[in-house]
């Protein structure tokens, strides 16, 4: 133990590398997304072995009243759960470096995954090591607040769908999520990344995606801020319609049924039923078609994703739709093009976000048309500073996260 080092300040550049490169690597940890949080402080810390760093966390730090706080650090520390002299040493000095800092407890969702399996599996195996990595944060004083289910439950989803780099993966694609993307791509739908000279037309369709979801999310401040701090690893995918096409394409159609039906003869009736109802089809769709086209013009955005690469990984935090073009599935193009891009560019994982525990909610069924890895987290932890303090500031904490739910 008397080889390892604390040390507190340290370098970003230096940090962000080793987190980069590290197995638990995650978003969360990058010294960049400790910028985004603007209203927590941060500091990074870290253990070396000699002159090499082996493990650290990137701390958010929230004032509380009477000068205390509270630290988070989320999907993190980065270092070796399995190692219980490092986690002994590394945890013996955060807590003397949080008493410095009035720390009432230090709340923590590290990156170690319980189980990774697919929704159709019938065994989901617990990964190897895990419970000893659990126990060994148990033996150094965390506790863990179990293995919850609900969204609300913990400050990060413990359960998120994400796509593991494979070869050939849309071929792993279900039948009806390949359809959806040839039928996307036959009403010229276009998808491509843009930079922040876009973030008008992506924050347009996150406030539509707000009004017809009646939920609360961010406003384009906020998005033009992460994508000042991520730069070029920060990209915008949007899907564009081509209105002015699709509309000329329909009148040819439409035209050439009504010429169909005249040419019906006896005894085709059926056959002219069919032409019927799809010349009445296409003048429906017409009819929106050509409204849309006055209000959105030749070539709207339709559907939107904003993604950050980082290390091995990409985290697509944001996804928009325009509800009225929902059936033409720019939505599927928006999340596959993420994916391919990180298939294409060798990152291993691709992260879709957060689902309920129950695995049975539409947020699930949606992402599910992707054919991703179900990663359940191991879930919260607490590491109490002030053991006289701890248990109210935790009761205060759940009350104050219960009417923030509510709100």
């Given at each position: 133990?008397?080889?390892?080092?604390?040390?507190?300040?340290?370098?970003?550049?230096?940090?962000?590398?080793?987190?980069?490169?590290?197995?638990?690597?995650?978003?969360?940890?990058?010294?960049?997304?400790?910028?985004?949080?603007?209203?927590w402080?941060?500091?990074?810390?870290?253990?070396?072995?000699?002159d090499?760093?082996?493990?650290?966390?990137?701390?958010?730090?929230?004032?509380?009243?009477?000068?205390?706080?509270?630290?988070?650090?989320?999907?993190?520390?980065?270092?070796?759960?399995?190692?219980?002299?490092?986690?002994?040493?590394?945890?013996?000095?955060?807590?003397?470096?949080?008493?410095?800092?009035?720390?009432?407890?230090?709340?923590?969702?590290?990156?170690?995954?319980?189980?990774?399996?697919?929704?159709?599996?019938?065994?989901?195996?617990?990964?190897?090591?895990?419970?000893?990595?659990?126990?060994?944060?148990?033996?150094?004083?965390?506790?863990?607040?179990g293995?919850?289910?609900?969204?609300?439950?913990?400050?990060?989803?413990?359960?998120?769908a994400?796509?593991?780099?494979?070869?050939?993966?849309?071929?792993?694609?279900?039948?009806?999520?390949?359809?959806?993307?040839?039928?996307?791509?036959?009403?010229?739908?276009?998808?491509?990344?843009?930079?922040?000279?876009?973030?008008?037309?992506?924050?347009?369709?996150?406030?539509?995606?707000?009004d017809?979801?009646?939920?609360?999310?961010?406003?384009?401040?906020?998005?033009?801020?992460?994508?000042?701090?991520?730069?070029?690893?920060?990209?915008?995918?949007?899907?564009?319609?081509?209105?002015?096409k699709?509309?000329?394409?329909?009148?040819?159609?439409?035209v050439?049924?009504?010429?169909?039906?005249?040419?019906?003869?006896?005894?085709?009736?059926?056959?002219?039923?069919?032409?019927?109802?799809?010349?009445?089809?296409?003048?429906?769709?017409?009819?929106?078609?050509?409204?849309?086209?006055?209000?959105?013009?030749?070539?709207?955005?339709?559907?939107?994703?904003?993604?950050?690469?980082?290390?091995?990984?990409?985290?697509?935090?944001?996804?928009?739709?325009?509800?009225?073009?929902?059936?033409?599935?720019?939505?599927?193009?928006?999340?596959?093009?993420?994916?391919?891009?990180?298939?294409?560019?060798?990152?291993?994982?691709?992260?879709?976000?957060?689902?309920?525990?129950?695995?049975?909610?539409?947020?699930?069924?949606?992402?599910?048309?992707?054919n991703?890895?179900?990663?359940?987290?191991?879930?919260?932890?607490?590491?109490?500073?002030?053991?006289?303090?701890?248990?109210?500031?935790?009761?205060?904490?759940?009350?104050?996260?219960?009417?923030n739910?509510?709100?």
């Amino acid at each position: 133990m008397n080889d390892y080092i604390f040390k507190m300040n340290l370098d970003k550049n230096e940090y962000d590398q080793f987190v980069k490169s590290h197995p638990l690597c995650n978003l969360l940890q990058s010294p960049k997304w400790a910028e985004v949080k603007e209203n927590w402080k941060n500091e990074i810390l870290g253990v070396y072995q000699g002159d090499r760093l082996i493990g650290g966390a990137s701390v958010l730090i929230k004032q509380l009243p009477l000068n205390f706080t509270m630290i988070y650090i989320p999907r993190g520390p980065i270092l070796d759960y399995k190692n219980l002299e490092i986690l002994k040493f590394f945890f013996s000095h955060l807590k003397k470096w949080a008493k410095t800092k009035h720390c009432l407890f230090i709340k923590m969702d590290p990156g170690i995954i319980y189980r990774d399996f697919y929704l159709e599996d019938t065994v989901r195996k617990i990964e190897p090591n895990v419970e000893n990595e659990i126990n060994n944060l148990k033996k150094i004083g965390c506790i863990h607040l179990g293995f919850t289910t609900s969204l609300s439950d913990t400050i990060q989803p413990r359960y998120h769908a994400a796509v593991k780099k494979k070869d050939n993966y849309l071929d792993s694609l279900p039948k009806h999520t390949k359809r959806h993307i040839k039928t996307a791509k036959k009403k010229n739908i276009m998808v491509d990344f843009y930079g922040i000279e876009k973030i008008h037309e992506f924050s347009r369709l996150m406030k539509l995606t707000e009004d017809r979801k009646h939920i609360s999310l961010r406003n384009e401040e906020y998005f033009k801020h992460i994508m000042n701090i991520f730069k070029e690893d920060c990209k915008l995918f949007l899907a564009q319609l081509d209105l002015k096409k699709l509309i000329e394409d329909s009148k040819k159609r439409y035209v050439q049924l009504e010429e169909n039906i005249q040419k019906c003869k006896e005894g085709q009736e059926g056959k002219k039923e069919n032409f019927i109802k799809e010349r009445d089809s296409i003048q429906k769709d017409l009819y929106n078609l050509e409204k849309y086209y006055k209000t959105d013009g030749a070539h709207p955005y339709i559907a939107s994703a904003l993604c950050i690469y980082y290390g091995n990984t990409c985290e697509m935090l944001y996804m928009g739709m325009d509800g009225k073009y929902q059936k033409f599935h720019g939505a599927y193009l928006t999340h596959i093009a993420p994916i391919q891009y990180a298939q294409e560019n060798n990152i291993e994982w691709c992260n879709m976000g957060g689902l309920e525990g129950t695995l049975d909610g539409g947020l699930t069924k949606f992402k599910s048309n992707f054919n991703p890895d179900i990663l359940e987290y191991v879930g919260e932890f607490d590491f109490p500073i002030n053991k006289l303090l701890y248990k109210p500031a935790k009761k205060a904490y759940e009350m104050l996260k219960k009417r923030n739910s509510s709100d």
